[in-house]
């Protein structure tokens, strides 16, 4: 099938820098996605938006130029509750790449079983209306519940003004609850004001709640590299993810989100968002936790 981009679509930057940092031996890049190809693996009918194909080889590519080791796949919106591109990435990266996917709640047992042995190790609900189409509570509590015993954990993409609402869902679930990008928080606030405080005083509450420190890109006000160079990239987002990555060093997570979707003001190099780590995890302690041993203990165990 053809499939022509969503208008004004940004492709992912094909010729990334080599970064600076050099990466932990083990590090895992665990927020990244594959779409398509279209070709092989359609695009869902339901989808919000349609991508530029962004395939498993091309991620592997990315993986090892940039010097990971290893990957974390998150199904993406526009594959639906089709798994069929991330399944097929997860086999073929031999046990270098875990999953996690989006399921109804229709799921049979057989299907689940079989996404475990491939690499499957969590669910993700998404709460943005600009991406997903709503599903009550109920559903996402009875999926929690069917995920539960195989060990997984369900992941949340949600915008920080509907934490409020979330709080208690998310409080509540029976296993691990991992936050996409700090629960997009607006980097123009203070970093210790109430909206970041009811975020940071969730996790401090609940430990069964852990966060990726990532996108940087997504969230930053200030900008990309070229407004202010390289040493100042994105550099509005830094006091949010250092006060989680210092607060909480045994519940964060670090990850490319390649292939970006949805951007509009730029396409990062993804050399430099991998320079952006020590900014944010200063030690090599803290580094090795959020690169290495924290990944490892939740999708590798
Ligand atoms: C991300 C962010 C976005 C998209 C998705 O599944 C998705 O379509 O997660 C976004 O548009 O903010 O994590 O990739």
């Keep these: 099938m053809e499939f022509i981009k969503t208008p004004g679509w940004l492709d992912w930057f094909d010729r990334p820098s080599r970064p600076t940092f050099k990466l932990p031996a083990g590090a895992v890049d665990a927020h990244c996605h594959v779409f398509g190809p279209g070709a092989i693996f359609p695009y869902a009918p339901e989808r919000k938006y349609t991508p530029c194909d962004a395939s498993k080889d091309q991620l592997f590519a990315l993986r ?36 996690v996917v989006t399921v109804k709640r229709g799921v049979t047992d057989e299907e689940l079983k079989m996404m475990h042995a491939a ?12 991406l997903a189409d709503f599903t009550p509570r109920y559903e996402l509590v009875e999926i929690a519940q069917r995920i539960a015993p195989l060990g997984w954990h369900v992941v949340v993409y949600f915008e920080a003004q509907d934490l409020p609402e979330l709080h208690e869902f998310f409080t509540t679930l029976p296993t691990i609850v991992v936050v996409d990008h700090m629960g997009r928080p607006d980097v123009s606030k203070p970093v210790d004001g109430q909206e970041f405080g009811l975020f940071v005083k969730m996790m401090q509450d609940h430990p069964h709640i852990w966060s990726k420190v990532s996108c940087p890109e997504r969230l930053s006000v200030s900008g990309p590299p070229a407004l202010h160079g390289e040493q100042h990239a994105y550099r509005d987002v830094v006091p949010f993810a250092k006060k989680l990555v210092e607060t909480f060093p ?36 803290l580094q090795h936790k959020l690169l290495v041993d924290n990944p490892q203990r939740l999708y590798w165990n």
């Design 250 to 285: 045994e519940r964060v997570l670090w990850g490319t989100d390649w292939p970006h979707p949805n951007l509009k003001s730029h396409m990062p190099d993804d050399g430099l968002l991998v320079d952006f780590i020590p900014g944010i995890a200063s030690t090599a302690e």
């Design 119 to 130: 690499g499957v190790r969590g669910v993700r609900f998404n709460f943005l209306k600009r």
């Design 64 to 99: 090892d130029h940039l010097g990971f080791d290893k990957n974390v796949i998150v199904q993406a919106t526009c594959h639906g509750s089709d798994n069929r591109a991330l399944l097929d990435a997860l086999l073929a990266a031999e046990g270098r790449a875990r999953g």
